[in-house]
């Protein structure tokens, strides 16, 4: 089975810009999970949608939205980016009944601002 | 909200054990979690462990969970230079993960 992939790899981008991450889950899996890893405060969790809902939601700004697709696929976005949005951010995708399960991430996208 | 903390670094010899440390203070999670992270890439799932279990063997893996303690710990037996990466502990909590702070571990040859 493929694992979860992420794209682009990498990406810069400059003040005020908006950008969009995309993500595939495992196949079978519903539930994608997004975090952002910064080296100042760490793996941060951003959302997870499960069925094309928003179930749960971290910390962040109004600016960090995203979306996810019948197919499952997610993307996340990002509007008038600021330097400190500069970080990786990962996906991680699960089965997604109950929350619960373990979750399976992708290699990143690694986004800089200048 | 939860907090989960772990030593920032840790260097062994080749060939010997390491063992990584993490202290949590939600004692409500059901799975306890181990990523691995090498430079430049996604977290990579160790093993994990269920909350009502006090140890996990897995090949070179063990884990040891200490509820009363909050303490979760990961054992590495045979320490090799390709273990050298960042470890991540990490909860589960409803629809998302709570990470530790990680723990660089650093073999020499």
């Known amino acids: 089975k493929a694992g979860v992939t992420q794209t682009p790899r990498y990406l810069i981008k400059t003040r005020g810009q908006q950008v969009t991450l995309s993500c595939s889950p495992i196949?079978?899996?519903?539930?994608v999970s997004w975090y952002q890893q910064t080296p100042g405060q760490g793996l941060q969790f951003l959302f997870e949608y499960f069925s094309e809902t928003q179930r749960n939601k971290g910390n962040f700004p109004g600016r960090f939205s995203g979306r996810q697709f019948s197919n499952s696929r997610s993307e996340m976005n990002v509007s008038t980016l600021e330097l400190g949005d500069s970080a990786l951010y990962l996906c991680?995708?699960?089965?997604?009944?109950?929350?619960?399960?373990?979750?399976?991430f992708g290699p990143g996208t690694r986004l800089l601002v200048l | 909200g939860e907090d989960v903390e772990q030593s920032l670094f840790l260097s062994v010899r080749e060939g010997d054990s390491s063992v990584i440390n993490c202290t949590y203070t939600d004692s409500s999670s059901t799975y306890l979690y181990w990523y691995k992270q090498e430079p430049g890439a996604g977290l990579q799932l160790l093993t994990y462990?269920?909350?009502?279990?006090d140890m996990k063997q897995d090949q070179r893996l063990t884990v040891l969970l200490n509820k009363k303690d909050k303490h979760l710990s990961l054992r590495i037996a045979d320490t090799q230079t390709g273990d050298s990466a960042i470890y991540f502990c990490?909860?589960?909590?409803?629809?998302?993960?709570?990470f530790g702070t990680g723990t660089r571990l650093l073999v020499s040859p």
């Open positions: 462990i269920f909350s009502n279990m």
């Open positions: 991680a995708s699960s089965l997604g009944g109950d929350g619960k399960e373990t979750q399976y």
């Open positions: 990490a909860l589960r909590g409803f629809q998302k993960l709570v």
């Open positions: 196949s079978g899996h519903r539930s």
